[in-house]
């Protein structure tokens, strides 16, 4: 077993990190609430799915990020959901824009309801990704400190 170790913190640092640690649960456990919550309501069409992928995304991430602070990684969201390198971009940009692309089926699909802005909401957030992870990759290499 290979045990990392962690240099001490000043004790006010060390209560924000723990405190900020335990506050990205709470919001997933929000938004497994949430979920729950529009896939009982089930007033629209899309509404039973959306609220279970919420659920089911939200309850995954939990678990990723528990289990990469278990495993000793960076704690930041920065490295947990962006690449580094131009290989990773390569691979992320084409992943991403098909996502995106699907979230514009999904939203011509269903004129309303819940579906609809599931599938905007999905386009935006892939676009998203795609800028940051160019920015990230972009700005690691242009660093003095490669």
Same mark, same amino acid.
């Given at each position: 077993?290979?045990?990392?170790? /962690? %240099?001490?913190?000043?004790? %006010?640092? $060390?209560?924000?990190?723990? @405190? !900020? ?13 949430? !979920?729950?919550?529009?896939?009982? %309501?089930? /007033?629209?069409?899309?509404?039973? @799915? ?7 995304? +939200? *309850?995954? =991430?939990?678990?990723?990020? =528990? ?6 990684? $960076?704690?930041? #969201?920065?490295?947990? =959901? ?8 390569? @691979? ?8 995106? *692309? +699907? ?5 011509? +699909? #269903? ?6 802005? !599931? ?8 676009? @998203?990704?795609?800028? *940051?992870?160019?920015? /990230?990759?972009?700005? /690691? ?6």
């Amino acid at each position: 077993m290979a045990e990392t170790s /962690r %240099e001490p913190e000043p004790a %006010e640092g $060390a209560f924000w990190s723990w @405190v !900020g640690f335990w506050v990205q649960f709470f919001v997933l456990g929000l938004f497994v609430v949430i !979920g729950a919550f529009a896939a009982s %309501e089930c /007033r629209g069409p899309g509404d039973y @799915v959306s609220g279970m992928l919420l659920i089911f995304v +939200a *309850l995954a =991430l939990a678990f990723l990020r =528990l289990k990469r602070w278990f495993d000793g990684g $960076a704690s930041g #969201w920065g490295n947990f =959901l962006f690449v580094d390198d131009m290989k990773n971009l390569t @691979v992320t940009i084409p992943i991403f824009a098909v996502i995106g *692309l +699907a979230g514009l089926f999904i939203a011509r +699909a #269903w004129p309303f309801g819940s579906l609809h802005y !599931g599938g905007l909401g999905l386009f935006v957030v892939s676009g @998203v990704i795609i800028f *940051l992870d160019i920015e /990230r990759v972009f700005d /690691r290499l242009n660093s003095p400190a490669r």
